[in-house]
């Protein structure tokens, strides 16, 4: 088992730096949404990955039976390296698996919680006062809200990725494909008993809310 250990380790790490690497180049220059700059170079990684050890390994075939006068002990030798080329694609799907939960349970919440916001604004635990709930209000209006411009931020991600359009009057309005992925959140969030008042349909702005959905942890 311990070369197994030893194959998956390595292509943990390549699937891990390069990841990692090509996400923090690509994503300055698309200026794209994080989430889905970080599924393409997930994807882009994976399959570079691949598709070099299958080149790699069908070179070293071809010079195998090239050089062995054995016919059985090339035929043996050839199916050592098709086991090794499965095992090397069964790591790396596992690999991109475990970086994309990562992924998204990490980097994709601090880039966008609240609660990470809230976390990081309130005082130490040995400093000497904390701060009132008026204080918290204001200073998320002032700065989540205004500074960071976080109803902005979150329209030109949802237009580049097509769920939002803007007309020559600059109304907002969904598209089908906003329609369907609300569709799927109130499955899911229904689904897992989780609170549903931010996926359901109201009358849009200034309009009133949908009903109460059903009640449950608070958003991050």
Known sequence: MQPYFLLFGMVLTMVTTGFIALFRVLL??????????????LGVVCSALVAGCTWTLALQRKRILALNANPGGARAASLDLGQTLERIVSFTFL??????????????????????????????????????????????QSEYIVKFDALGRRLDEQMR????????????????????????????????????????????????????????????
């Open 28 to 41: 300055p220059l698309t200026r794209g949404v994080p989430f889905y700059v970080g599924l393409l170079s």
């Open 95 to 140: 690999a991109g698996s475990l970086n994309l939960a990562f992924f998204v349970a990490v980097p994709v919440m601090l880039d966008r919680s609240v609660s990470t916001w809230l976390l990081s604004r309130l005082p130490e635990p040995d400093a000497p006062q904390g701060v009132t709930r008026g204080e918290l209000d204001a200073l998320f």
């Open 161 to 220: 990725s097509g769920s939002v359009v803007v007309d020559e009057g600059g109304m907002y309005r969904a598209t089908d494909r906003a329609e369907a992925f609300l569709t799927f959140s109130r499955v899911v969030a229904r689904l897992y008993g989780i609170q549903t008042r931010f996926v359901e349909r109201g009358d849009g702005a200034g309009g009133a809310e949908a009903g109460d959905g059903t009640e449950g942890p608070d958003e991050n």
